[in-house]
Protein backbone atom coordinates (compact mmCIF):
# COMPACT_ATOMS: atom_id res chain seq x y z
CA UNK A 1 0.00 0.00 0.00
CA UNK A 2 0.99 3.17 -0.98
CA UNK A 3 -0.30 6.93 -0.18
CA UNK A 4 -1.53 8.25 -3.42
CA UNK A 5 0.06 11.21 -2.58
CA UNK A 6 3.03 9.21 -3.81
CA UNK A 7 1.63 7.63 -6.55
CA UNK A 8 -0.36 5.15 -4.65
CA UNK A 9 -4.35 4.37 -5.36
CA UNK A 10 -6.27 7.04 -3.82
CA UNK A 11 -8.92 5.63 -1.15
CA UNK A 12 -12.04 7.40 -3.04
CA UNK A 13 -12.02 8.76 -6.76
CA UNK A 14 -16.04 9.91 -6.41
CA UNK A 15 -17.34 13.09 -5.65
CA UNK A 16 -19.07 13.47 -2.34
CA UNK A 17 -23.01 14.92 -1.99
CA UNK A 18 -22.66 18.55 -3.81
CA UNK A 19 -23.97 21.70 -1.87
CA UNK A 20 -26.20 22.85 -1.80
CA UNK A 21 -29.28 20.05 -2.05
CA UNK A 22 -31.99 21.48 -3.93
CA UNK A 23 -35.07 19.68 -5.74
CA UNK A 24 -38.10 20.71 -7.35
CA UNK A 25 -39.38 22.24 -3.84
CA UNK A 26 -36.81 25.36 -4.07
CA UNK A 27 -37.97 25.23 -8.09
CA UNK A 28 -41.57 25.59 -7.34
CA UNK A 29 -40.91 28.03 -4.09
CA UNK A 30 -38.74 30.14 -6.59
CA UNK A 31 -41.47 30.43 -9.08
CA UNK A 32 -44.56 31.01 -7.63
CA UNK A 33 -42.97 34.29 -5.89
CA UNK A 34 -41.81 35.49 -9.80
CA UNK A 35 -44.95 34.77 -10.95
CA UNK A 36 -46.87 36.62 -7.82
CA UNK A 37 -45.02 39.49 -8.54
CA UNK A 38 -44.48 40.23 -4.71
CA UNK A 39 -40.74 40.08 -4.90
CA UNK A 40 -39.89 42.34 -1.63
CA UNK A 41 -39.88 41.89 2.09
CA UNK A 42 -43.56 43.38 2.85
CA UNK A 43 -45.44 42.72 -0.25
CA UNK A 44 -45.14 38.67 -0.01
CA UNK A 45 -45.80 35.96 2.94
CA UNK A 46 -42.64 33.98 2.41
CA UNK A 47 -40.57 35.60 4.89
CA UNK A 48 -43.18 36.31 7.69
CA UNK A 49 -43.66 32.39 7.15
CA UNK A 50 -39.61 31.59 7.12
CA UNK A 51 -39.12 33.84 10.37
CA UNK A 52 -42.09 32.28 12.67
CA UNK A 53 -40.49 28.79 11.52
CA UNK A 54 -37.48 29.96 12.55
CA UNK A 55 -38.03 31.52 15.84
CA UNK A 56 -39.65 28.27 16.53
CA UNK A 57 -37.00 26.31 16.11
CA UNK A 58 -34.82 28.15 18.22
CA UNK A 59 -36.75 28.56 21.10
CA UNK A 60 -37.52 32.25 20.29
CA UNK A 61 -40.32 34.64 20.52
CA UNK A 62 -39.15 36.38 17.27
CA UNK A 63 -36.81 36.22 14.12
CA UNK A 64 -35.85 38.87 11.63
CA UNK A 65 -34.43 37.97 8.29
CA UNK A 66 -31.63 40.60 7.44
CA UNK A 67 -29.49 39.93 4.35
CA UNK A 68 -26.06 38.58 5.69
CA UNK A 69 -25.17 36.89 8.85
CA UNK A 70 -22.91 40.13 9.40
CA UNK A 71 -25.73 42.71 9.02
CA UNK A 72 -27.22 40.50 11.69
CA UNK A 73 -24.67 41.09 14.19
CA UNK A 74 -24.87 44.69 13.33
CA UNK A 75 -28.49 45.29 13.87
CA UNK A 76 -28.16 43.43 16.81
CA UNK A 77 -25.37 45.41 18.14
CA UNK A 78 -26.83 48.69 17.62
CA UNK A 79 -30.47 47.47 18.61
CA UNK A 80 -28.92 46.65 22.28
CA UNK A 81 -27.60 50.10 22.45
CA UNK A 82 -23.58 49.79 21.86
CA UNK A 83 -21.89 53.32 21.56
CA UNK A 84 -18.68 54.91 19.60
CA UNK A 85 -15.66 53.19 21.80
CA UNK A 86 -17.82 50.32 24.01
CA UNK A 87 -15.74 47.19 23.55
CA UNK A 88 -16.94 43.62 22.97
CA UNK A 89 -14.93 40.31 23.66
CA UNK A 90 -15.01 38.07 20.93
CA UNK A 91 -12.82 34.69 20.36
CA UNK A 92 -10.28 35.11 18.28
CA UNK A 93 -10.63 31.73 16.58
CA UNK A 94 -13.31 32.86 14.29
CA UNK A 95 -14.42 34.23 10.85
CA UNK A 96 -13.00 38.12 10.08
CA UNK A 97 -16.89 39.33 10.43
CA UNK A 98 -17.27 38.59 13.81
CA UNK A 99 -14.92 41.37 13.79
CA UNK A 100 -15.98 43.72 11.48
CA UNK A 101 -19.41 43.71 12.21
CA UNK A 102 -18.03 45.28 15.71
CA UNK A 103 -16.21 47.71 13.77
CA UNK A 104 -18.68 48.47 11.54
CA UNK A 105 -21.12 50.04 14.35
CA UNK A 106 -18.02 52.05 15.89
CA UNK A 107 -16.97 49.95 18.80
CA UNK A 108 -13.72 47.96 19.59
CA UNK A 109 -13.26 44.53 18.69
CA UNK A 110 -11.32 42.26 21.84
CA UNK A 111 -9.82 38.87 20.90
CA UNK A 112 -10.31 36.26 23.94
CA UNK A 113 -8.07 32.57 23.61
CA UNK A 114 -10.33 29.73 23.15
CA UNK A 115 -10.50 26.23 24.60
CA UNK A 116 -8.06 23.89 23.61
CA UNK A 117 -10.08 21.16 23.37
CA UNK A 118 -13.67 23.14 21.74
CA UNK A 119 -12.17 25.89 19.94
CA UNK A 120 -14.99 27.96 21.55
CA UNK A 121 -14.39 30.53 23.95
CA UNK A 122 -13.01 29.69 26.95
CA UNK A 123 -14.92 31.03 30.39
CA UNK A 124 -11.63 30.45 32.40
CA UNK A 125 -9.53 33.74 30.42
CA UNK A 126 -12.77 35.17 29.59
CA UNK A 127 -13.36 37.40 33.00
CA UNK A 128 -9.41 38.55 33.00
CA UNK A 129 -10.67 40.42 29.29
CA UNK A 130 -13.04 42.74 30.79
CA UNK A 131 -12.25 46.42 30.99
CA UNK A 132 -14.48 49.59 32.19
CA UNK A 133 -15.12 49.90 28.52
CA UNK A 134 -16.31 46.31 28.35
CA UNK A 135 -19.93 46.28 27.34
CA UNK A 136 -20.85 43.00 25.30
CA UNK A 137 -19.61 39.49 25.09
CA UNK A 138 -20.23 38.08 21.58
CA UNK A 139 -19.78 33.96 21.69
CA UNK A 140 -19.52 32.04 18.95
CA UNK A 141 -20.60 28.67 18.34
CA UNK A 142 -17.64 27.46 15.90
CA UNK A 143 -18.22 24.72 13.66
CA UNK A 144 -21.96 24.46 15.12
CA UNK A 145 -20.74 23.43 18.38
CA UNK A 146 -22.48 25.97 21.27
CA UNK A 147 -20.17 28.02 23.29
CA UNK A 148 -19.95 26.93 26.90
CA UNK A 149 -22.79 29.65 28.03
CA UNK A 150 -23.40 29.17 31.29
CA UNK A 151 -20.15 30.25 32.81
CA UNK A 152 -20.06 33.20 30.19
CA UNK A 153 -23.53 34.16 30.90
CA UNK A 154 -22.22 34.23 34.93
CA UNK A 155 -19.46 36.49 33.92
CA UNK A 156 -21.43 38.79 31.69
CA UNK A 157 -24.01 39.22 34.78
CA UNK A 158 -21.74 40.08 37.09
CA UNK A 159 -20.46 42.94 35.30
CA UNK A 160 -23.25 43.73 33.76
CA UNK A 161 -22.70 42.91 30.30
CA UNK A 162 -24.92 41.69 27.53
CA UNK A 163 -24.58 38.56 26.02
CA UNK A 164 -25.42 38.67 21.83
CA UNK A 165 -24.30 35.01 20.52
CA UNK A 166 -23.04 34.59 16.91
CA UNK A 167 -24.91 31.15 15.64
CA UNK A 168 -23.70 32.17 11.93
CA UNK A 169 -21.98 28.16 11.80
CA UNK A 170 -25.12 26.94 14.21
CA UNK A 171 -28.29 26.54 12.86
CA UNK A 172 -30.46 24.13 15.43
CA UNK A 173 -27.75 23.55 17.40
CA UNK A 174 -28.69 22.83 21.51
CA UNK A 175 -26.82 23.61 24.25
CA UNK A 176 -28.08 21.48 27.70
CA UNK A 177 -30.95 21.17 25.66
CA UNK A 178 -31.37 25.35 25.29
CA UNK A 179 -31.40 26.52 21.42
CA UNK A 180 -28.10 28.36 20.20
CA UNK A 181 -29.70 32.33 20.13
CA UNK A 182 -32.03 31.83 22.96
CA UNK A 183 -29.63 32.20 25.81
CA UNK A 184 -27.80 36.09 25.30
CA UNK A 185 -30.50 38.66 24.38
CA UNK A 186 -30.13 37.92 20.77
CA UNK A 187 -28.75 35.17 18.71
CA UNK A 188 -27.36 35.77 14.78
CA UNK A 189 -27.38 33.47 12.05
CA UNK A 190 -26.04 33.09 8.95
CA UNK A 191 -28.01 31.81 5.50
CA UNK A 192 -24.64 31.95 3.62
CA UNK A 193 -23.88 30.11 0.27
CA UNK A 194 -21.99 27.11 2.10
CA UNK A 195 -24.52 27.34 5.94
CA UNK A 196 -26.33 24.72 6.82
CA UNK A 197 -29.35 26.85 5.99
CA UNK A 198 -28.76 28.11 2.72
CA UNK A 199 -30.58 31.30 0.47
CA UNK A 200 -27.38 32.28 -1.34
CA UNK A 201 -26.89 34.91 1.00
CA UNK A 202 -28.98 36.16 4.13
CA UNK A 203 -29.29 36.33 7.90
CA UNK A 204 -31.21 35.77 11.19
CA UNK A 205 -31.66 37.62 14.57
CA UNK A 206 -33.33 35.42 17.03
CA UNK A 207 -34.53 37.10 20.51
CA UNK A 208 -36.96 36.60 23.25
CA UNK A 209 -37.25 40.70 24.05
CA UNK A 210 -40.38 41.86 21.67
CA UNK A 211 -38.68 45.35 22.33
CA UNK A 212 -35.41 44.46 21.04
CA UNK A 213 -37.16 43.00 18.27
CA UNK A 214 -39.02 45.69 17.60
CA UNK A 215 -35.53 47.90 17.65
CA UNK A 216 -34.01 45.44 14.85
CA UNK A 217 -36.72 45.52 12.98
CA UNK A 218 -37.15 49.42 12.35
CA UNK A 219 -33.04 49.67 12.37
CA UNK A 220 -33.18 46.88 9.41
CA UNK A 221 -36.16 49.21 7.41
CA UNK A 222 -35.20 52.68 7.19
CA UNK A 223 -36.93 53.39 11.11
CA UNK A 224 -40.34 52.51 10.28
CA UNK A 225 -41.61 50.46 13.15
CA UNK A 226 -43.51 47.31 13.02
CA UNK A 227 -46.81 47.75 12.06
CA UNK A 228 -46.15 51.98 12.29
CA UNK A 229 -46.14 51.58 16.06
CA UNK A 230 -44.34 54.30 18.02
CA UNK A 231 -41.67 52.52 19.62
CA UNK A 232 -38.61 56.21 20.51
CA UNK A 233 -36.06 57.14 18.68
CA UNK A 234 -33.90 54.28 17.13
CA UNK A 235 -30.34 54.34 16.34
CA UNK A 236 -28.71 55.08 12.77
CA UNK A 237 -31.11 52.77 10.19
CA UNK A 238 -31.34 52.42 6.85
CA UNK A 239 -32.19 49.25 4.80
CA UNK A 240 -31.38 45.74 5.60
CA UNK A 241 -34.25 43.90 4.17
CA UNK A 242 -34.00 40.79 2.96
CA UNK A 243 -36.58 39.65 -0.09
CA UNK A 244 -39.17 37.05 -0.94
CA UNK A 245 -36.93 35.21 -3.56
CA UNK A 246 -34.29 34.77 -1.01
CA UNK A 247 -37.09 33.50 1.90
CA UNK A 248 -38.47 31.38 -0.36
CA UNK A 249 -35.17 29.13 -1.04
CA UNK A 250 -34.69 29.89 2.91
CA UNK A 251 -37.86 27.99 3.63
CA UNK A 252 -37.48 25.09 1.54
CA UNK A 253 -33.58 24.55 2.57
CA UNK A 254 -35.50 25.04 6.61
CA UNK A 255 -37.28 22.00 5.80
CA UNK A 256 -34.51 19.86 4.93
CA UNK A 257 -32.66 20.94 8.07
CA UNK A 258 -34.06 18.52 10.47
CA UNK A 259 -33.65 15.11 8.38
CA UNK A 260 -29.93 16.73 6.97
CA UNK A 261 -28.85 17.15 10.83
CA UNK A 262 -30.05 13.52 11.70
CA UNK A 263 -27.54 12.18 9.15
CA UNK A 264 -25.01 14.82 9.32
CA UNK A 265 -24.46 13.62 13.18
CA UNK A 266 -24.88 9.65 12.39
CA UNK A 267 -21.36 9.79 10.18
CA UNK A 268 -20.14 12.70 12.82
CA UNK A 269 -20.11 9.78 15.15
CA UNK A 270 -19.12 7.13 12.69
CA UNK A 271 -15.91 9.30 12.37
CA UNK A 272 -15.44 9.88 16.21
CA UNK A 273 -15.27 6.17 16.11
CA UNK A 274 -12.27 5.99 13.78
CA UNK A 275 -10.79 8.71 15.09
CA UNK A 276 -10.54 7.39 18.50
CA UNK A 277 -8.05 4.85 17.16
CA UNK A 278 -5.77 7.36 15.81
CA UNK A 279 -3.98 9.07 18.66
CA UNK A 280 -2.72 12.41 16.55
CA UNK A 281 -6.16 13.66 15.12
CA UNK A 282 -8.82 14.46 18.36
CA UNK A 283 -12.27 15.99 17.37
CA UNK A 284 -13.46 19.30 18.71
CA UNK A 285 -14.68 18.12 22.65
CA UNK A 286 -18.86 18.81 22.87
CA UNK A 287 -19.48 17.57 26.75
CA UNK A 288 -21.82 20.15 26.93
CA UNK A 289 -23.40 19.95 23.43
CA UNK A 290 -26.92 18.28 23.36
CA UNK A 291 -26.76 18.89 19.27
CA UNK A 292 -24.07 20.06 17.22
CA UNK A 293 -24.86 21.42 14.31
CA UNK A 294 -21.77 20.15 12.72
CA UNK A 295 -21.46 23.00 9.85
CA UNK A 296 -17.92 21.56 10.09
CA UNK A 297 -16.60 18.65 11.38
CA UNK A 298 -13.74 20.22 13.24
CA UNK A 299 -10.67 18.44 14.83
CA UNK A 300 -7.22 19.16 16.09
CA UNK A 301 -3.74 17.70 14.33
CA UNK A 302 -1.21 17.03 16.33
CA UNK A 303 2.01 17.01 13.92
CA UNK A 304 3.98 15.92 16.42
CA UNK A 305 2.77 12.21 15.97
CA UNK A 306 2.76 12.14 12.45
CA UNK A 307 6.12 13.74 11.74
CA UNK A 308 5.12 16.30 9.29
CA UNK A 309 3.27 19.78 9.13
CA UNK A 310 -0.57 19.78 8.79
CA UNK A 311 -0.31 21.21 5.39
CA UNK A 312 1.56 17.87 4.05
CA UNK A 313 -1.42 15.92 6.20
CA UNK A 314 -3.82 18.09 4.57
CA UNK A 315 -2.26 17.64 1.02
CA UNK A 316 -1.75 13.47 1.51
CA UNK A 317 -5.71 13.40 2.52
CA UNK A 318 -7.01 15.55 -0.42
CA UNK A 319 -4.79 12.98 -2.58
CA UNK A 320 -6.53 10.05 -0.87
CA UNK A 321 -10.11 12.00 -2.25
CA UNK A 322 -10.91 13.65 1.48
CA UNK A 323 -10.51 17.45 1.03
CA UNK A 324 -9.39 18.38 4.49
CA UNK A 325 -9.18 22.43 5.30
CA UNK A 326 -6.38 23.43 7.75
CA UNK A 327 -9.35 25.89 9.22
CA UNK A 328 -8.65 29.57 9.97
CA UNK A 329 -4.96 29.65 9.54
CA UNK A 330 -4.64 33.06 11.28
CA UNK A 331 -6.35 34.50 14.68
CA UNK A 332 -8.46 37.39 14.06
CA UNK A 333 -5.99 39.73 15.37
CA UNK A 334 -3.52 38.65 12.58
CA UNK A 335 -5.41 39.40 10.00
CA UNK A 336 -3.89 42.38 8.37
CA UNK A 337 -6.84 44.74 8.05
CA UNK A 338 -7.19 44.39 12.03
CA UNK A 339 -3.06 44.38 12.31
CA UNK A 340 -3.05 47.73 10.18
CA UNK A 341 -6.33 49.03 11.42
CA UNK A 342 -7.22 49.71 7.86
CA UNK A 343 -10.65 50.31 9.05
CA UNK A 344 -11.80 53.29 6.67
CA UNK A 345 -13.73 55.87 8.69
CA UNK A 346 -14.77 53.78 11.70
CA UNK A 347 -12.88 54.91 15.43
CA UNK A 348 -11.23 51.15 16.86
CA UNK A 349 -7.34 50.89 16.83
CA UNK A 350 -5.60 48.59 15.33
CA UNK A 351 -4.97 45.41 16.97
CA UNK A 352 -1.59 44.61 19.15
CA UNK A 353 -0.63 41.58 17.68
CA UNK A 354 2.17 40.83 20.15
CA UNK A 355 0.03 41.69 23.18
CA UNK A 356 -3.17 39.37 21.59
CA UNK A 357 -1.04 36.13 20.44
CA UNK A 358 0.60 36.41 24.49
CA UNK A 359 -3.09 36.25 25.70
CA UNK A 360 -4.09 33.43 23.32
CA UNK A 361 -1.72 30.82 23.34
CA UNK A 362 -4.54 28.01 22.10
CA UNK A 363 -5.70 30.70 19.42
CA UNK A 364 -2.25 30.79 17.94
CA UNK A 365 -1.78 26.64 18.03
CA UNK A 366 -4.87 26.28 16.70
CA UNK A 367 -4.12 28.75 13.46
CA UNK A 368 -0.49 27.70 13.13
CA UNK A 369 -0.45 24.22 12.92
CA UNK A 370 -3.34 22.03 14.95
CA UNK A 371 -6.63 23.01 13.55
CA UNK A 372 -8.30 21.48 10.39
CA UNK A 373 -12.09 20.32 9.56
CA UNK A 374 -14.35 18.52 6.93
CA UNK A 375 -17.48 20.90 5.24
CA UNK A 376 -20.91 19.27 6.29
CA UNK A 377 -21.25 18.19 2.92
CA UNK A 378 -19.03 15.14 3.49
CA UNK A 379 -21.36 14.23 6.20
CA UNK A 380 -24.59 14.31 3.94
CA UNK A 381 -23.64 11.05 2.17
CA UNK A 382 -24.09 7.25 3.42
CA UNK A 383 -22.57 5.39 5.92
CA UNK A 384 -20.28 3.83 3.17
CA UNK A 385 -19.31 7.01 2.04
CA UNK A 386 -18.25 8.73 6.10
CA UNK A 387 -16.12 5.01 6.13
CA UNK A 388 -14.36 6.08 2.92
CA UNK A 389 -12.88 9.28 4.86
CA UNK A 390 -12.22 7.03 7.89
CA UNK A 391 -9.97 5.02 5.93
CA UNK A 392 -8.28 7.64 4.46
CA UNK A 393 -7.38 9.09 7.81
CA UNK A 394 -6.63 5.52 8.82
CA UNK A 395 -3.77 4.59 5.74
CA UNK A 396 -2.26 7.90 6.23
CA UNK A 397 -1.94 7.44 9.83
CA UNK A 398 -0.83 3.74 8.95
CA UNK A 399 2.00 5.44 6.32
CA UNK A 400 2.69 8.78 8.21
CA UNK A 401 6.52 7.25 8.05
CA UNK A 402 6.59 7.96 4.36
CA UNK A 403 4.54 11.60 4.64
CA UNK A 404 8.27 13.00 4.89
CA UNK A 405 9.14 12.04 1.28
CA UNK A 406 5.79 14.81 0.32
CA UNK A 407 7.03 18.38 -0.73
CA UNK A 408 4.76 21.44 0.18
Same mark, same amino acid.
Given at each position: ?? !??? !??? =??????????? $????????????????????????????????????????????????????????????????????? /??????????????? =????? $?? &??????????????????????????????????? &???????????????????? %?????????????????????????? *????????????????? %?? +??? %???????????????? %????? &?????????????????? *???? /??? *?????????????????????????? @?????????????????????????????????????????????????? &???? @????????????????????? $??? =????????????????????? +?? *???????????? /??????????
Amino acid at each position: MK !LAV !LGG =EPVRTKPFVKW $PIHGIEEETAVLRVVRSGNWGRYVGEETLAFEARFAEMHGCRRALAVPSGTVALKVALLAAGIRSGDEV /LIPAYTFLATGTAVI =EVNAT $PV &PVDVDPLSYTMDPNVLEAAVTERTRFIMPVHIAGL &PADMDPILAIAKRHNLTVIE %DACQAHGARYKDRSVGSMGVMGCFSM *QGSKNVNSGEGGVIVTN %DA +DLA %DRCEAIHNCGRAPDGR %DIGPT &PVNTNYRITELQSALANC *QLSR /LEE *QGAIRRRNAAQLDTALAEIPGLNPQA @RDHCTRHAYHLYSFRYDAEAFGVSRSVFARAMHAEGIPVAEGYTQPIYRL &PMFV @RGDFGPYQAPAMDVQACAARC $PVS =ERACASEGAWLFHSLLLGTET +DT *QDIADAFRKVWE /LRGSLREVTT
